[in-house]
């Protein structure tokens, strides 16, 4: 088949997908995906990285954004001979009993998920079952931050650290060994170009490195005040992500990190300066 485009590109306005544009536009030939698009034409790669991730139990937004959208994506790479890369999230190992590896075949659907998390189970089973193995590629994302040498840069506000940041030390309360992936936004969409140039269709994580709820709530400062509307957010969030087993442990990445470091690819830490300007820039913006 005469590919017109190297990638098709799907997400390009969110946080990954703003630098994933600007990563592929030097590498080749790239159609961004219109939100309300009927048609599409042929590219080597479909990227999605596109969907709805707040946690408000928008479950129309879930089907329609995460599920139905992968479900037309898939359909037409598999038409096409395309290889498909969906990213999805880490969410889909929640209160899992045994820690979710790189396998295709990994999640499974819990009552106890919440319907982000239940979303993107159903939206893996779906590609899986549309798609030829051979060219499927799943990315299980951790939370992601701001670049390290810019806070200001894709920044998110409605992200629950953000949200919890805001309402300073009260909104990291237990302080205790809470873990939690995090990765810069930066460094994953290097990691995942890496992997789009070396690895072979399966299923990757993209996870960064483990942090401490006692480490955000070492750095939070206390705001002039704290809205209404934020601190019903603070109390809806730590639940959410608070949740027993922590997802931290329900899922590792022991084989993407092997593939990335072969490439000379290592997360960074993220340090105690970072926290402190990230906690700032919370309560002031």
Known sequence: MNYLYDYLLVGSSGQIGRLLKVYLEVRGRVFIVPRNFITLPAARHVINVGGYTKFDNRVDKYWNDNIRLAIRLATHAEATGACYHQFSSEAVAEYRTSVLRESIEGPIASPKMIDYALSKVLTEQSVRAIMNPRKLYIYRCSDVVPPIARIDRQWRRDHWLSILFSCGKPGFAANDDFPVWIAPVDHL????????????????HLLGNKYLWSTFYKYAEEPPTVLPATAKLAVHVNPVIRIDPPLATCIDAPLTNAILESLE????????????RYAHYAITH
């Open 189 to 204: 969409v290097r990691a995942f170009v890496l992997l789009l140039d070396n690895a072979y269709p399966g299923a990757y």
């Open 265 to 276: 690819f290592r997360w960074p830490r993220i340090e105690a300066d970072y926290w402190r």
